[in-house]
């Protein structure tokens, strides 16, 4: 049955009879549910996060199929993000018991052995199991999860704050790593089915804050191999709230508006491809889409929010053929539902081997030829206008402050081969960008967006924006029979 989209707008005088309504509206899952449940706030509009990471108030909840709801986390002041591990048993989370910030956490899928995994000043948020990671030298391959964290030092133009960044670490929470270096913050990531990591990230660099659009962007679990997903040229400038399906689909929620949590439209884009396939799902009209979940039976589920002052998400039954909202499976007019998972095994996704040795400074990049292109606007880098490459590195400010922002310094230029190649050298772990320039010196070509290296990381692309989805030239370049070229000795960077 079809609700209509008024029914989850709060009329104060009946507040008994539809906590009533609410409270039996269940049946439309076959396993329990985890979810957030978060006490309705007084700022209209917008969820609330605190700088700890979690809502106040909000509890990890058990939701059963006939609508019974069980708390996880009692005693804690704040918990979210939760992630149920592959084989249904265990639950990673984000909360806070004392002190106001948030930790990782795990426990057993009732509630029961409760560890924190994280420790120290910062705020750690966004926990998820994402398989396991292999070297060479290991006698084994190692279990981790991700997280994202401030834990950078670096300082965020978009929000006044702390760079929030993503990191892995091991089961028990040990060895963490960063994987990725955007001056700006990166948002909730979700895993492939290859074991790659999704998330999405602001994009266009040296725009300013109010330029910035978010980009689904994909990077392996050691950090390395850092690629588009989906670019995001043209659809709405805020896609979040990633959830990867079964069905061969990613799902993603699409806002107007700058804060992203205040939800949007309900989208995806296929695995098979990615750059091309987005697809608008369900339009939100004036209420408000977020957390898409893919069921296990091949259904969707989503936390959907009315129009109205009062309004608040509660979970909904999504037709992921039409986009149509099937029925409202659960909601209580004081909570918002937001975060669901399925309480079961899923599939695993595939481990991933690393070259990353964290020992060393340095990584590699190299492309075949810059004079490749399929980007409308640079064609006249097919006939080789562009003669030297510049490589610009992004400079942290030395101190966080409203009145300090990111600064750019060239880290280096090398002249690029006959054939449009180039094969350098540079620090790993600091956030970079590429410019092409003519033999005037003037820039033909620039990339609008960071990207960095990891230790002895080798990353190699096509062309200047190549089509990913061809078959890379089979050609040895010029460039790849010489040694790298290093860039950024000290004595080679310019001022900022």
């Keep these: 049955?079809?609700?209509?989209?008024?029914?989850?707008?709060?009329?104060?005088?009946?507040?008994?009879?539809?906590?009533?309504?609410?409270?039996?509206?269940?049946?439309?899952?076959?396993?329990?549910?985890?979810?957030?449940?978060?006490?309705?706030?007084?700022?209209?509009?917008?969820?609330?996060?605190?700088?700890?990471?979690?809502?106040?108030?909000?509890?990890?909840?058990?939701?059963?199929?006939?609508?019974?709801?069980?708390?996880?986390?009692?005693?804690?002041?704040?918990?979210?993000?939760?992630?149920?591990?592959?084989?249904?048993?265990?639950?990673?989370?984000?909360?806070?018991?004392?002190?106001?910030?948030?930790?990782?956490?795990?426990?057993?899928?009732?509630?029961?052995?409760?560890?924190?995994?994280?420790?120290?000043?910062?705020?750690?948020?966004?926990?998820?199991?994402?398989?396991?990671?292999?070297?060479?030298?290991?006698?084994?391959?190692?279990?981790?999860?991700?997280?994202?964290?401030?834990?950078?030092?670096?300082?965020?133009?978009?929000?006044?704050?702390?760079?929030?960044?993503?990191?892995?670490?091991?089961?028990?929470?040990?060895?963490?790593?960063?994987?990725?270096?955007?001056?700006?913050?990166?948002?909730?990531?979700?895993?492939?089915?290859?074991?790659?990591?999704?998330?999405?990230?602001?994009?266009?660099?040296?725009?300013?804050?109010?330029g910035a659009r978010l980009s689904l962007m994909a990077v392996n679990s050691d950090g390395t191999d850092l690629m588009a997903f989906h670019d995001n040229h043209d659809g709405p400038p805020y896609p979040h709230s990633v959830r990867v399906g079964r069905d061969g689909r990613v799902y993603f929620v699409e806002a107007d508006r700058s804060f992203p949590l205040s939800g949007g439209d309900l989208a995806y884009v296929t695995l098979r491809r990615p750059l091309h396939s987005r697809t608008l799902l369900a339009a939100a009209g004036n209420g408000a889409y977020l957390d898409p979940l893919p069921l296990a039976d091949g259904g969707l589920l989503a936390s959907f929010r009315p129009p109205g002052r009062d309004a608040v998400f509660g979970l909904y039954r999504i037709d992921p053929a039409t986009g149509d909202r099937l029925e409202l499976v659960h909601g209580n007019p004081e909570f918002h539902y937001l975060d669901a998972q399925e309480l079961a095994p899923h599939p695993r996704v595939k481990g991933r081997s690393s070259v990353v040795d964290t020992s060393k400074e340095t990584g590699v990049f190299f492309c075949i030829s810059s004079h490749l292109t399929d980007r409308p606007g640079l064609e006249h880098l097919k006939a080789g206008t562009a003669s030297t490459l510049r490589v610009i590195e992004g400079v942290a400010p030395v101190r966080m402050s409203h009145a300090t922002r990111w600064s750019q310094r060239t880290l280096g230029e090398v002249p690029l081969e006959d054939d449009g190649s180039f094969h350098i050298e540079v620090p790993a772990g600091v956030p970079l960008r590429f410019e092409l320039l003519d033999e005037l010196g003037a820039a033909v070509a620039r990339q609008d967006s960071w990207t960095w290296v990891m230790p002895r990381e080798w990353r190699g692309c096509i062309g200047c924006h190549e089509d990913r989805e061809m078959v890379a030239p089979n050609v040895l370049a010029d460039a790849f029979v010489k040694p790298a070229v290093r860039l950024g000795q000290p004595e080679e960077k310019e001022e900022p």
């Design 1 to 210: 049955m079809r609700h209509p989209v008024r029914a989850m707008v709060p009329v104060r005088s009946i507040g008994l009879l539809l906590s009533f309504f609410f409270a039996f509206c269940g049946g439309a899952f076959a396993d329990d549910l985890v979810v957030v449940r978060q006490p309705v706030g007084s700022e209209y509009g917008r969820l609330i996060r605190s700088p700890a990471g979690c809502a106040a108030g909000s509890e990890i909840v058990r939701l059963s199929s006939d609508g019974t709801e069980r708390v996880l986390t009692p005693g804690f002041i704040a918990a979210c993000d939760p992630a149920v591990s592959f084989d249904g048993r265990q639950i990673l989370f984000a909360g806070f018991r004392t002190g106001d910030r948030s930790h990782i956490w795990r426990m057993d899928a009732d509630g029961s052995n409760l560890i924190q995994l994280t420790s120290g000043m910062n705020v750690f948020t966004s926990p998820l199991w994402i398989g396991s990671l292999f070297h060479l030298d290991d006698e084994a391959p190692t279990e981790r999860i991700a997280y994202l964290s401030p834990g950078t030092g670096w300082f965020d133009e978009m929000t006044s704050g702390s760079v929030i960044a993503l990191f892995t670490a091991d089961l028990d929470g040990r060895h963490p790593l960063r994987i990725s270096f955007h001056p700006r913050s990166d948002l909730d990531p979700d895993v492939l089915p290859n074991g790659r990591l999704i998330f999405p990230r602001w994009g266009f660099a040296g725009r300013g804050p109010l």
